[in-house]
Every structure is written in C-alpha cells, then in structure tokens.
C-alpha cells in the first residue's frame, strides 16, 4: 500500500500537494518518508513536518528505523537554533520536525528557509482558519504542501475549508463563499448536488483509503503491532527524577531482600510518574495536558472513534484505570466501560456483553489482570497498552482478547512507550533478546532486581529527550 500512494504523493507534488487521510494503521508517515528519500538525493531542499508534540518522538524514530540515510533535525526544545543559525542548520537536512506550537512561535526565521515541502501532520489541528497556528503554517513557502489526518474529513466539513487553504489558497474561495456554496447547502439541506460538486473539486487533492477497502485489505496483516513513542511533560520529567534521587540514596546501604524491595517499588514509581502525575501522587488532581502519554492516547482514540472502531485499553494498575475511564469519558461524553478485579461475576459478563453489542460503548478499559484472559472481545479492532507489563506472554493474552476467533477484522495493538525512560529501555532489552524473552522476563520484573546498581543506573536513566517541549 506504501508504494501505492507514493505515487499518488509524487504526482500531487506537480500540483503542489494533497491530502493524505488513509485509516489509521496505513502507514502515513511511512509514505511521507518514503517521498522525502525518493526526492532529497535531487532536491538536496528540507521539507518541513509539522505535528503535534506528542508524535515528534515518533516520526524520529520512524525515520531512522524505515530511512535511517535520511538527515533529520528535531526542532524542539528551549536550547534549539533560532534565526540565521536555524535557517543555515535547516538547509542541510532532508526532514525538520516540529510543533504546532513552535511552528507559529518562530514562524519569523521559518518562513526565510526554502522549503521543498511542508507537510501537517494530524492536520486537524488547523481547522480553526484563524487561529495563530493555522496563520503561520500557511504563510511558509514551499514547493509542495500536505496535510495527514486519520480523520474523516467529509464527517467534518468546516475543517475541510482550512486544510484546503493550506494546500491550494483560494481555491474553495473565502470562508464566508466555502460557507454559502457547500457548508449550509450540504450540513442543513443535505444537498445531494453540492456534495457532488464539493467531491469533484476536492477529489484529485485528496487521497482516504480504509483497512476494509478490497484493493488493500489482502495485503494487511492481520494483526499490526506497533509502537507510540511519547515523551514526558515537565511535571512528569521532575518527578521522575526526584524518584531516581531517593533511590540512589536508598540503594547504597541496601541488600539483599531489602534491594530488590526497593527495586520493585521505583519500577513501579516510575511507571505511575510515566503514566500520569495524579496516578503517582494519588491525590484526585486534575488530569488534561500533564501526561505526554494520556494526551496522545487521547488523539488516538479521536480517530479510532470518527470512524467507529472500537478500543481495548489496558493498564496493570487499577487507579490508572480509574483516571482513564473517568478522562475520557469526559473528553468524548460517551460512557466508557472499566473492568478490574473488584467487578463481581455477574456485572463482569453484562459488560462483555454490552461492549460486543452493535450499540454499545467503543471503549472499553481493564486492569490486565482481571481483563487479561478469558474475555471474548472481537468487537475491538484497536487494543492499547497504556503501560507495559515486561512479559510478553501476558502481553499477548491481553492482546488476544480482541485478536481471536470471531475477529472479523485486522487488529491493531498499540504499545505506548515514554521515550527516554525507563519503559523505553526495557523496551529495548526485550526486543534484543527476544528469542529468549520468555525465560528473561517470565517472572516479569523480578529479572532487574539481579542487576548491579550501575546496570540499574543505566535502565532507570532519564535521557534528555524524554520531555516534550
């Protein structure tokens, strides 16, 4: 499929651009990387990503994973270039990913570069026209624009006039026009005529295919495993580090049985502070915009829910649960199902019943130990780790709750990671012995606890790039 679309995206390039609005799990950003490195070798010109903080990690990992010759600078951070050192430095790489945020606040030495492309990611960011972040992504020159998002954008017409004005301005006339020819006439009189000549005109600038499309769905596995780099906020990178510091302090007198309980306790510490800063406080604070991995689980769920998936989510703390169920139902007004070991039997199978219902609820949250086996639940077609639990069988019954027999469509499993953390570490010791994992990991962390302090050290780290900005 990426090959596909790379050539549609290769020919949208001589009409200076398009939109990319495939399903989730289509491989975007690979198709992204994949124009880039066909185009940078001749071009020699930076193209510029634009996305959300909370996916900056992930396109520079997929960049070295999928096109690691490709030159890339993250432009982030308070010690990043500004002015002429950016507009030299920029020059020099293939892809320069930043946010939305830093995008509008230097936009001033931005807008000197030559871009070859400016691409946005999760474009639906934008889709307030006169917003300060929307102004300035349009107001960089470039050879070629493109706009990715996963979310139907015929579902959301008032957001199409402002991606349009950002890959061909005027081409849909003024907003108040865009307004009278199409958004009235097709939202309040359902306008079979305007939505024809609305389609035709967008049409060759836009590109959405879904995993059910027959042209592709042969060539999906049915299961797709991937991984979601997110960084810390802030709060979450002090944290972290105050649990290191009375750690060490801990440790220097400590052995034994002592050792590895305090051992256990920081893992756990430092997940809860990955996760969320209220799970590791346990204080009910309040919980939008404090935790990197909260915050892009919740754009994940705003795709997977536009196009009427459904999702399992699950997370080896009960609390964390708690806080999950009580956020999102919050955030998206539906009612969210929570599933943990204090659920009776009865109550338990009335939910597993009503989530397999064609009507009920899309999401559905549980503790991996009360939800991790001997549920039947094929009615979810997205399944997120929300943290990792260090064993990759019980990660797989998890897992196979939604991937079993029944399951009508592809999978996707989501294992969220806070990059430059301890998560992202263990992550990493996992992968490389994978083959052995099984006897590695088969007691789940008591394996760390055999560590020398300096191996430790090294594990629990906290790298530089783990805060967003």
């Not at 780099?229 to 009375?246: G, H, I, R």
Request: charged share 25%; proline share 4%.
């Amino acid at each position: 499929p990426v090959w596909v679309n790379l050539g549609w995206g290769l020919r949208v390039v001589g009409v200076r651009g398009g939109c990319l609005a495939d399903d989730m799990g289509l491989g975007k950003t690979i198709q992204v990387l994949a124009m880039v490195q066909r185009d940078w070798p001749t071009s020699k010109m930076p193209t510029l990503l634009v996305c959300p903080t909370s996916v900056m990690n992930n396109w520079q990992r997929e960049a070295a994973n999928f096109a690691p010759e490709l030159p890339v600078l993250v432009h982030h951070g308070p010690s990043r270039m500004r002015d002429k050192e950016f507009q030299k430095a920029a020059k020099k790489y293939a892809l320069v990913v930043t946010s939305y945020g830093l995008a509008h606040r230097d936009v001033e030495f931005m807008v000197s570069v030559p871009w070859r492309g400016v691409v946005l990611d999760e474009a639906q960011n934008i889709k307030n026209p006169q917003s300060k972040q929307s102004e300035a992504v349009r107001v960089l020159g470039a050879d070629y624009r493109f706009a990715l998002t996963g979310t139907p954008v015929e579902n959301h017409l008032g957001d199409l006039w402002s991606i349009m004005e950002f890959l061909n301005p005027g081409f849909l006339g003024t907003q108040a026009k865009f307004k009278q020819n199409f958004l009235v006439p097709i939202q309040s009189d359902h306008d079979a005529d305007a939505s024809e000549r609305l389609r035709r005109a967008t049409g060759p600038f836009m590109l959405r295919r879904l995993k059910t499309d027959k042209t592709i769905i042969s060539d999906l596995p049915e299961k797709m495993e991937m991984k979601v780099f997110c960084p810390l906020t802030k709060e979450q990178t002090s944290l972290y580090a105050s649990v290191l510091n009375d750690t060490e302090r801990s440790l220097l007198l400590a052995e034994g049985i002592q050792r590895k309980g305090i051992i256990l306790s920081t893992l756990s510490k430092l997940k809860q502070v990955c996760n969320h800063p209220a799970h590791f406080l346990g204080d009910k604070s309040r919980i939008a915009n404090r935790s990197g991995k909260l915050t892009r689980l919740t754009e994940m769920l705003e795709e997977v829910l536009s196009v009427g998936d459904r999702a399992l989510i699950f997370s080896q703390f009960a609390v964390m649960g708690g806080i999950l169920q009580q956020h999102l139902q919050e955030k998206f007004g539906c009612e969210v199902l929570f599933l943990h070991g204090g659920v009776p039997k009865k109550k338990r199978d009335k939910m597993v019943e009503e989530f397999q219902n064609e009507d009920g609820p899309q999401i559905f949250v549980l503790s991996l130990k009360a939800g991790g086996t001997g549920l039947n639940l094929t009615s979810a077609n997205h399944v997120f780790h929300f943290d990792r639990w260090w064993n990759p069988a019980v990660e797989r019954q998890a897992t196979d709750r939604a991937f079993r027999i029944g399951q009508q469509r592809n999978v996707q499993v989501h294992k969220m990671v806070c990059i430059g953390t301890l998560e992202e570490k263990i992550d990493q010791i996992i992968e490389h012995k994978k083959a052995v994992a099984e006897e590695v990991v088969g007691t789940g962390e008591g394996w760390l606890t055999e560590m020398s302090n300096d191996d430790l050290r090294e594990v629990l780290a906290l790298s530089r790039e783990a805060v967003g900005v």
